[in-house]
């Protein structure tokens, strides 16, 4: 025996073979990694939707309201697609919808797919069954089915191509208020109305290739060496990350409309705001806001192109970068220190917000430029989901910390193990003596004639009242001039409220339609958008599906209200509600199914 070798005992690791039969969670499917097939008209393929869930939805205001029946419904491409009923103001549904995918004219190249302008639009209604009776015939009663619109948001096909999929809590577009509808208990929303999302998981089934730039930026002389640096840097910031972080929205240089490619920081400077407008820094968000987006594909680019703020002003139009920086020099001029923040967000995907910080109030600011809305760094679900670099006219910072969401973040950038520098620190580029600038010192603005806006107004109204009556057919479409009267005036209020020049509450909004809501049931919302042309506003109207309301004695009422700002840019609002006159003479109940 003693001749025996010794054996070592075996080091075995049997984890994988309790993996292998462990039980599969049905509630919790693990997804598969997926193959990318090259497009081609053989290849059949759809979009896939996985709606999951809606937290704070609104519910039904009124005493003895019945509960929040609401659904879903995915438009893509002429398809509509809905979820089945659920029930409460935080509702589950975890349901799969899928919408065909269809190439323009059969080309499944790179370049088509990414001029696919095609949008999945996303509209959340409550299902309401109404029981009318008429009080001469007790045996007859008739049923209708409503839906009414509670909220929606627009993806563009762009955003789905580009990332390959999208997923999260997406913030529903809401109206700043809901005739008929009131935040639930539980809400904890500030507003006039909740705080509501949609968790969704959207991807395209078979996986498209990844995109990839077809044109790359023109070689340039200018900043030849930092250009070089630049590439060494962001290597170095991307491998001090952990592999699953790699992704983050990192750059150094972006390319110019004429093709030079120039050092973030040359973007950033002070240029003053309108003086049109006030000092509040709300107000100065709304106007940017206000500015179109469009996306560069849009304009032939095949590059994500940065165009100067002035350039920005001139087209009228521009993607998240532009809306970004236009907001962030305005804020610069009034003397508050802003940044801009590349990152990650829902639902546009790679997209840029504003940072903002105050000192004396120790308060750190986020702000989404082309929507108008703020958000603090220590929001729980912002929907900035990732941030990769912050810069500013002086220098950049890389986010290396092992966080990517904005609440977890230190935001202070003196701070190396959470910050990695381009210009000066631990192997950070010399900064040089003068920063070079693409930027004017002066905008120039312009006043909106208001014979613009008045144009502007009368059509809206007249083409909205057209579309209503044309869905409505053989059935009778009655406007009552006077609960349009009253509306009108609510509606400057409304611009006022979203600009943060003069809050309204609905306390207010309420008592100038007290005379009005004894006598009938009023149904509707005010709805807001950016001009550009009436047929996206016809199209929000009409999605809402308000035409449909009908009864023995139904009436609508519309009121229209443009804002101008200066540049052409216009605030667009029209309030459409259906007038329920209770003095009928048939009573009028509502069951829900």
Same mark, same amino acid.
């Given at each position: ?173 809401? !109206? $700043?208020?809901? /005739? *008929?509808? #009131?935040?639930? =208990? ?5 507003? @006039?109305? %909740? ?77 003053? !705001? $309108?003086?049109? /407008? *006030?000092? #509040?820094?709300? =107000? ?5 806001? @206000?500015? %179109? ?301």
């Amino acid at each position: 025996l003693s001749a025996c070798a010794s054996v070592a005992p075996l080091d075995l690791d049997f984890a994988f073979l309790f993996k292998l039969c462990a039980p599969r969670r049905k509630l919790l499917p693990r997804r598969r990694e997926r193959q990318a097939q090259p497009g081609s008209a053989d290849v059949p393929r759809k979009i896939e939707v996985l709606v999951q869930s809606a937290v704070d939805l609104p519910v039904r205001g009124g005493d003895g309201a019945k509960p929040l029946h609401p659904f879903v419904e995915v438009s893509f491409q002429g398809q509509t697609m809905a979820t089945e009923l659920k029930g409460g103001p935080n509702p589950m549904w975890n349901q799969m919808l899928h919408l065909e995918l269809s190439a323009p004219g059969g080309d499944w190249s790179q370049k088509a797919l990414i001029n696919l302008h095609d949008e999945l639009t996303f509209n959340v209604f409550d299902k309401v069954k109404t029981a009318e009776a008429d009080a001469r015939e007790s045996n007859v009663r008739t049923l209708r089915d409503e839906r009414r619109w509670l909220g929606g948001f627009s993806l563009p096909f762009a955003t789905l191509y580009r990332n390959g999929k999208v997923e999260g809590a997406f913030p529903l577009v809401m !109206p $700043p208020l809901l /005739l *008929g509808y #009131k935040k639930d =208990e539980q809400s904890k929303s500030s507003g @006039l109305v %909740p705080n509501s999302a949609l968790s969704l998981f959207i991807t395209v089934e078979p996986a498209l290739p990844p995109v990839k730039d077809t044109e790359r930026e023109r070689s340039s002389t200018r900043n030849a060496k930092m250009q070089e640096f630049s590439k060494g840097w962001l290597k170095s910031v991307r491998m001090s990350l952990l592999r699953e972080q790699r992704a983050r929205h990192l750059l150094a240089f972006a390319p110019t409309a004429d093709g030079e490619r120039m050092l973030l920081c040359s973007f950033v400077r002070p240029q003053p !705001p $309108p003086s049109a /407008l *006030g000092s #509040k820094m709300s =107000e100065i968000a709304r106007f940017v806001s @206000l500015i %179109p987006s469009l996306d560069d594909s849009v304009l032939g680019a095949s590059l994500d192109v940065w165009n100067t703020t002035e350039s920005f002003l001139e087209l009228c139009a521009g993607d998240t970068e532009e809306h970004a920086l236009l907001l962030c020099n305005c804020f610069k001029a009034m003397g508050k220190s802003a940044f801009v923040v590349l990152g990650d967000g829902v639902p546009e995907g790679r997209t840029a917000y504003v940072l903002t910080k105050d000192l004396l109030k120790k308060e750190t600011t986020l702000w989404n430029a082309s929507t108008g809305k703020s958000y603090s760094t220590e929001l729980l679900h912002c929907p900035l989901t990732s941030v990769g670099l912050v810069f500013d006219d002086t220098n950049i910072w890389a986010n290396v910390q092992p966080y990517d969401e904005p609440h977890l973040i230190d935001w202070h950038f003196d701070d190396a193990r959470n910050w990695r520098p381009f210009f000066g620190g631990r192997g950070g580029f010399e900064e040089p003596d003068e920063m070079e600038n693409v930027q004017a010192a002066e905008l120039r603005y312009r006043t909106t004639s208001d014979e613009y806006r008045a144009n502007i107004e009368r059509d809206v109204e007249e083409r909205v009242k057209q579309a209503f009556e044309d869905a409505r057919g053989h059935r009778t479409t009655d406007w009552n001039r006077a609960v349009g009267a009253k509306l009108k005036p609510l509606l400057r209020r409304f611009e006022e409220h979203e600009s943060g020049v003069r809050p309204l509450t609905a306390a207010e909004h309420d008592a100038a339609l007290l005379q009005v809501s004894k006598s009938s049931r009023l149904v509707g919302f005010p709805i807001n958008l950016t001009y550009t042309d009436v047929q996206p506003i016809l199209d929000k109207v009409m999605h809402t599906n308000l035409w449909q309301a009908d009864g023995p004695k139904i009436q609508f009422a519309i009121a229209t209200y443009v804002h101008a700002y200066p540049n052409d840019v216009c605030s667009v609002w029209v309030y459409i509600v259906a007038v329920e006159d209770l003095r009928a003479g048939s009573a009028t109940t509502r069951t829900v199914e």
